[in-house]
């Protein structure tokens, strides 16, 4: 693998070396700091789907209306991952700490504070001992990602008084790779990898943070993506891993997505985005895309339904979107960006025809897709999410159950639907906020 690089742009030199896990509250984001930014034009060779006259929400023709529903709070250290699952919203955050609290906000759990927003009861999960980057629930089961190049598996466990409208806790089941992976590779020359000058790892390791996973649509694999350039697939029911693609980038892979065809997405501080797929009759991944439009280092990728539009945002400030290549089923091309944060974009979500971007500017943008006759696709910005009081580092996304049951409020009708948006980041709070989008 050679010398390993570490990230650029995005990532101090804090949250690139090892550090106590309390070094990690304080992140900063160098290449969009610059004050002369958000009147420069982000990538302007590339097209905007935005419409001018759409460009800010207060000049939107339909009406949508956003409000906080309320703050959670419990965390001390920078949440790096949020997670839906069943009743409950899971959060990760840099000191080891798993949350979770119900992803509804009008739980009866709240506790309604005189002068103050209701907080909703957080209950720890899991406390490990080194900081979280990404996190992934799957059943009676938590996948996490750490900074100390391990991938922790924790199941549920009964505790006492636990009951049906608490959160189960878990605990430490197999940290990857396992004892039994590793012992396996140790014996055979062949299984070494350089790392560095005279230094060599067994392939099954990570050798620095591990920064995103992934999960199989059956959930039979899990996909692991790392600051040391490699991608690894991992076999969930031993835990055993199957491949390691080494060298996959020039630097640092930030975000890992997959597409229901098979098709893995990495995206890098490299600048690019390059796709990989288990060709017919093969046993390993091979590349089969590289895409090159971002001229910083790539931090979130997203995909919709059903495969056929990625997004990537990156410290360039831009939202790009690709769609498939009608003479290529393999491959994407870009379509155009979206354009309104003035500083780096760190996190993505897709719900149905709405995408929901994080940032550095502390804010977070919601846009909706919509099409022209079956071909071009435009998009406008619903609304600027302004409460956060640092960067936006993550976001989870789900249509309001309570949306035909008078949790709505007041602008609830048949033509219109009911979202929550859920974000957090370097200011330890959860907001969570209710989107409502005309039909």
Not at 166 to 178: E, G, M, R
Not at 216 to 240: C, E, M, N, P
Not at 365 to 391: F, G, T
């Amino acid at each position: 693998m050679g010398l390993l690089q570490r990230p650029l742009c995005c990532h101090s030199q804090q949250d690139q070396q090892q550090q106590p896990p309390q070094s990690h509250d304080h992140l900063h984001f160098e290449s969009s700091t610059s004050s002369s930014l958000s009147s420069q034009a982000s990538l302007p060779s590339i097209p905007s789907l935005t419409p001018q006259k759409l460009h800010h929400p207060e000049e939107q023709p339909q009406t949508t209306h956003h409000k906080l529903v309320t703050t959670v709070k419990g965390h001390t250290s920078t949440i790096f991952s949020l997670a839906l699952h069943g009743k409950s919203l899971y959060s990760a955050s840099s000191n080891g700490e798993i949350r979770a609290c119900s992803r509804d906000p009008t739980s009866t759990e709240l506790k309604y504070i005189s002068g103050e927003q209701p907080l909703p009861n957080t209950t720890i999960v899991v406390n490990s001992n080194a900081p979280i980057k990404s996190l992934i629930v799957s059943h009676d089961k938590l996948f996490t990602a750490h900074q100390d190049h391990k991938i922790r598996v924790w199941k549920t466990t009964d505790q006492p008084g636990n009951n049906n409208n608490n959160p189960n806790y878990y605990k430490c089941v197999a940290s990857l790779p396992t004892l039994h992976d590793r012992f396996s590779k140790l014996f055979s020359s062949e299984n070494y990898v350089e790392i560095r000058r005279h230094k060599k790892r067994t392939w099954v390791h990570h050798v620095d943070t591990v920064s995103a996973l992934a999960l199989s649509q059956d959930g039979s694999l899990l996909y692991s993506a790392s600051w040391d350039r490699t991608f690894k697939i991992w076999r969930t029911s031993d835990f055993k891993c199957l491949e390691s693609v080494k060298n996959a980038h020039e630097d640092a892979i930030n975000s890992l997505i997959l597409s229901n065809n098979g098709i893995v997405y990495t995206g890098s501080a490299d600048t690019k985005i390059k796709m990989w797929k288990k060709l017919e009759g093969d046993k390993k991944h091979s590349l089969i895309g590289t895409l090159e439009k971002h001229k910083s280092a790539v931090n979130a990728l997203a995909l919709n339904s059903d495969g056929s539009v990625l997004y990537s945002g990156a410290c360039d400030r831009s939202i790009l979107v690709w769609e498939g290549d009608e003479d290529n089923n393999n491959n994407m091309v870009v379509v155009g960006a979206l354009r309104g944060h003035t500083k780096a974009i760190l996190c993505l979500v897709v719900e149905s025809d709405l995408v929901c971007s994080g940032s550095a500017d502390n804010s977070v943008r919601i846009w909706r897709r919509s099409v022209e006759n079956e071909k071009k696709s435009y998009y406008s910005c619903l609304a600027v999410l302004e409460s956060h009081r640092r960067p936006v580092k993550c976001l989870a996304m789900a249509v309001d159950s309570n949306s035909g049951g008078g949790g709505g409020g007041p602008h609830e009708d048949d033509d219109s639907r009911s979202y929550l948006v859920y974000s957090a980041g370097l200011d330890c709070d959860i907001k969570v906020w209710q989107i409502r989008v005309p039909l």
